[in-house]
């Protein structure tokens, strides 16, 4: 298996710096062609790789919700889970694949992996008075709010002061936890549309289908798993 490669191998020693977002793919047609005041959609993930489902639920939001750009955004690292599979220079070339036709999408890299950093990150690179909108599935939101912060309070008043979440029932319907500091809350998160033909679409399924030699024609877009098989990946 292939775990980190370099690129990702340094994002250790820069946990500790101030976030900083790396723009790999800038929307044609996104937030810098708007007035102050567009909305940003903020996909962050794995993407090992990027699938179907990853795909419509960013074109829900883009519709659903009035976005002027959605950015795909690739942490080097991950808060909750060591990555194992694509490197990350690989994983980008999918992401940009599977987006190719898509005008009002760019893609880019976070040094830091929580919300509340990445928030940081995006208003320095992002026009001011930027609206922010996380797209997540219900796992993601539920570990958003339950993070084990220091000061989960704080942490949420920073996180829901610049932005808001977008949910995604997956895998089971999202039920806001009855806790009153996320409650507080319950007016910055809504429900974000999925299409129910994707609930069964993972990426980790779709690694281990490629292992074992079986077909994910039906997961991947198109492009994407051409890329993967020219460069034999996820055979392990």
């Not at 320095?124 to 989960?152: M, N, S």
């Not at 949910?167 to 007016?187: H, M, N, T």
Request: glycine share 6%; proline share 8%; net charge neutral.
């Amino acid at each position: 298996m292939c775990r980190q490669s370099g690129l990702n191998q340094g994002a250790a020693a820069q946990a500790s710096q101030e976030p900083r977002l790396t723009l790999f793919r800038a929307a044609p047609a996104g937030i810098r062609m708007t007035l102050e005041g567009g909305r940003l959609g903020i996909f962050s993930g794995a993407f090992n790789p990027i699938t179907v489902a990853h795909i419509a639920l960013a074109k829900s939001a883009l519709q659903h919700y009035h976005l002027h750009e959605v950015l795909f955004l690739l942490p080097l690292t991950q808060p909750h889970k060591e990555i194992i599979g694509a490197p990350i220079e690989a994983r980008l070339q999918m992401m940009a694949l599977a987006i190719q036709d898509s005008p009002a999408c760019a893609i880019g890299t976070c040094t830091h992996g929580l919300f509340i950093d990445i928030c940081r990150a995006v208003a320095v690179a992002y026009p001011p008075q930027t609206h922010l909108w996380f797209i997540t599935g219900r796992d993601a939101a539920d570990r958003v709010l339950t993070w084990p912060y220091p000061d989960p309070a704080q942490a949420l008043g920073q996180l829901f002061r610049c932005a808001e979440l977008l949910v995604a029932d997956r895998e089971g319907s999202f039920v806001l936890p009855k806790v009153p500091s996320i409650q507080a809350y319950a007016d910055r998160i809504h429900e974000l549309p999925f299409p129910p033909e994707y609930n069964h679409v993972s990426a980790s399924e779709i690694r281990l289908r490629l292992a074992r030699g079986k077909d994910v024609a039906s997961l991947v877009p198109p492009a994407v798993l051409a890329y993967i098989q020219e460069h034999r990946l996820y055979l392990d």
